[in-house]
């Protein structure tokens, strides 16, 4: 299958700061990623849908100013959480379309802690 | 808005057995549906995908049925191990190119 893949892998940070996330398809050119979020024991929770070249669309409730997202190229998409509180401290993983299969291919995902 | 619930929770299973994952959605007008697998802190890993005009798939022990029509999909796992443990996700996907939606998961325990 396609492998996606993201840096970091976790990352510890204080509050205030803002931590960017990596997320790249490795062998197949994505036009759509995706940004999901995932708190203990819950589900997956889609934050935003990110198309290459043109402004993501973020889901009810998720702030597109705090939650900074660019699809600049085929094979790459970052998530820049601004000013991050304890509160965003959260598993973060991203996951790639791939066209010809419609299907989604994830990464491994970035866990965040907000100190 | 789609919303997936999956049954049970959790089970707990000596090796050997076989065993059903449920899951249900609100909307049934999806374009097709993944099974995944997740351990615990890490990524996600696709078992199956099934179309929309398909009612099962198979890999391996895994079995996986579609009933569109009442918005359900089983996971069937046959002759269970103990490296079966993990959390079992369910997730449509509503049209195509668009996110799958999940649900919470069932958190498998298969002991030796």
């Known amino acids: 299958g396609a492998v996606v893949s993201q840096h970091p892998s976790w990352v510890i940070c204080k509050s205030g700061t803002s931590v960017k996330i990596e997320c790249r398809s490795l062998d197949f050119q994505a036009t759509t990623m995706f940004w999901y979020r995932q708190f203990p024991k819950q589900s997956l929770m889609l934050m935003a849908t990110?198309?290459?070249?043109?402004?993501?669309?973020?889901e009810q409730g998720v702030e597109k100013d705090k939650f900074l997202i660019n699809h600049a190229s085929l094979t790459l998409s970052t998530l820049t959480v601004t000013s991050a509180h304890p509160e965003d401290s959260s598993f973060y993983i991203c996951s790639a379309r791939q066209p010809s299969y419609n299907e989604q291919f994830f990464g491994p995902g970035t866990r965040l802690t907000v100190l | 808005k789609q919303e997936v619930t999956q049954i049970p929770a959790a089970l707990s299973v000596p090796e050997g057995e076989n065993l059903v994952l449920n899951c249900s959605f609100t909307d049934s007008a999806i374009y097709n549906l993944q099974w995944f697998r997740q351990d615990p802190g890490k990524g996600l890993t696709s078992l199956l995908l099934i179309q929309s005009s398909q009612r099962e798939q198979t890999s391996g022990r895994l079995n996986a049925s579609l009933d569109k029509s009442s918005g359900r999909s089983t996971l069937y796992i046959a002759a269970s191990q103990p490296g079966d443990s993990a959390t079992y996700l369910c997730a449509p996907r509503d049209q195509a190119g668009t996110a799958l939606i999940f649900g919470k998961g069932t958190t498998l325990s298969v002991s030796s």
């Open positions: 990110s198309n290459e070249g043109s402004k993501a669309t973020y």
